[in-house]
């Protein structure tokens, strides 16, 4: 199974039909979270997505005929938000992650889950693809998706005023293997995005005048939109509802522009390390929640996309046949000198040079951890 995800631009009609979509499924989405917090709170027990869907079908909605706007969507997208909501509370219950988060309008990523009904459903041509319920709706890439693809559902999604498709595909996986007999170590840090053990370092593209520009202007943008808000408390005449949802947009394509860069730098990263084809790259598990409390540090932290770069990697190596090997978290790759494996208990952040207490080797701080972990021994692989 494959992930295609492009821009569309469907028509006002069906524009309209999507957002009442999306809009159902995430009063459903918050609806079934609150339901289930005020029966657990009085009866001590869990309400399933299955009773819950069946209760709002067959006493909640006959009996409020003012909430019967509920089903004039599919009713497979509502089912598939229900079934996503009750996936979080597992979750939460076997305490893999916090309580769900009720979405909010506007703020929130929420998708619209469209199942494949008919045969005819979610065929794809060049330049078009036809959506269950909202018919063939043009697309902006051509030829991106493979013409012949068999599609198995999909989901429609909005994002900073734009419209995008992503359709889980079943094509044939082929995998290519690697031929180089010698591994990579990768450092990843803030000063620098990554040092490579062969000596090749990424720079951080936060620091680039691009995205500089971007930031800057993200910033003024940002003040606007508070003022707005400020006049609208102070019921100025000034600043109307359009005011402040245009000015809403332009925040958004702005975060979205500078998140769109920073991916495509991870994703060139990521597929030049892969052409070299090692025969194992050796990663950190990185505790980035842990980082993110450091008040100082955490807005760079942010802005590094560490995990998403995770996730591409292990994709591409999956892809490519290269074995993935992640270090735990407290492995000393950074205080372990790699010539002669002394450990320097005393190192500190501020040190960027390292040098051995015991043999003097001198080295870049990063090389000599991405040289570390290039050579270590205790790692997991990535499944």
Known sequence: MRTYKTEINPTETQKLKIRQTIGICRFV???YLGHNKEIYEKEQRFVSGYDFSKWLNNEFIPGN??????????????????????????????????????KKKGKSNVKAYFPKNNITDWTID?????????????????????????VMSGTVSIGAGRYYVSVLVDEPFEQNIGVSPTGMGIDLGIKDFAII????????????????????????????????????????????????????????????????ARQNYVNQIVSELVKTKPAHITIENLNVKGMMKNRHLSKAIAQQNFYYFRT??????????IELRVVPRWYPSSKTCSSCGCIKSDLKLSDRVYICPDCGFVMDRDLNASINLKNAREYTIAS
């Open 312 to 321: 591409k990697l292990e994709l591409k190596c999956k892809q490519n046949g």
């Open 197 to 260: 053990s062969n000596g090749a370092v990424y720079k951080n593209i936060n620091k680039s005048q691009k995205i500089r520009k971007l930031d800057k202007r993200l910033k003024h943008e940002q003040r606007c939109l508070s003022r707005k808000y400020e006049n609208k408390k102070k019921r100025s005449a000034t600043d109307s509802a359009n005011n402040i949802e245009n000015q809403k947009l332009k925040v958004q394509k702005l975060h979205q522009k500078l998140q769109n």
């Open 126 to 150: 060049r330049h078009r693809i036809k959506i269950p319920t909202l018919g063939l709706i043009q697309l902006k890439e051509k030829g991106y998706v493979p013409i012949d693809a068999k």
């Open 29 to 31: 989405y918050n609806f």
């Open 65 to 102: 005929p003012e909430c019967l706007w509920i089903k004039s969507v599919s009713s497979k997208a509502v089912k598939n938000s229900i079934m996503n909501a009750e996936s979080s509370l597992k979750r939460f219950f076997k305490k893999q992650s916090g309580f769900p988060k009720f």
